[in-house]
């Protein structure tokens, strides 16, 4: 059975930092794409960064590059997300999911039936 299970938000001052993490099971990580997504009640879902497949090519949104750094670590299959720099901005729940690669390549938030998501960890950022 394939899961995700988010953890590592909080709460943290403007400038902090967090490390989210997200544990996978049920399948392999190196053999999906994988990303971290945001949601903000009342707005639309957004991708943060994603990984691919393969070569693992990693893709972040604009508002977060040079702050923010995805990796993932194959002994444990869990993915991390790294976020430094924090601003209140980046307050929002953060999921992971398995995607398919042409939406993570191209950072598009829509889900799609095969997809597999996690329930989120919230991140809030004070001023």
């Known amino acids: 059975q394939v899961q995700l299970v988010e953890s590592g938000g909080g709460l943290v001052q403007t400038g902090g930092s967090l490390r989210l993490s997200c544990t996978a099971s049920?399948?392999?990580?190196?053999?999906?794409?994988v990303g971290w997504f945001r949601q903000v009640p009342g707005k639309q879902r957004e991708a943060v960064s994603c990984?691919?497949?393969?070569?693992?090519?990693?893709n972040y949104a604009d508002s977060v590059k040079g702050r923010f750094a995805i990796s993932r670590d194959s002994a444990t299959n869990t993915l991390f997300l790294q976020m430094n720099s924090l601003k209140p901005e980046d307050t929002a729940v953060y999921l992971c999911?398995?995607?398919?690669?042409?939406?993570?390549?191209?950072?598009?938030?829509?889900?799609?039936?095969?997809?597999?998501w996690g329930l989120g960890t919230q991140v809030t950022v004070s001023s």
């Open positions: 999911a398995r995607i398919d690669d042409h939406r993570c390549l191209a950072l598009i938030a829509s889900m799609a039936p095969n997809d597999y």
């Open positions: 049920g399948f392999t990580l190196d053999d999906y794409a």
């Open positions: 990984i691919s497949s393969g070569d693992g090519s990693k």
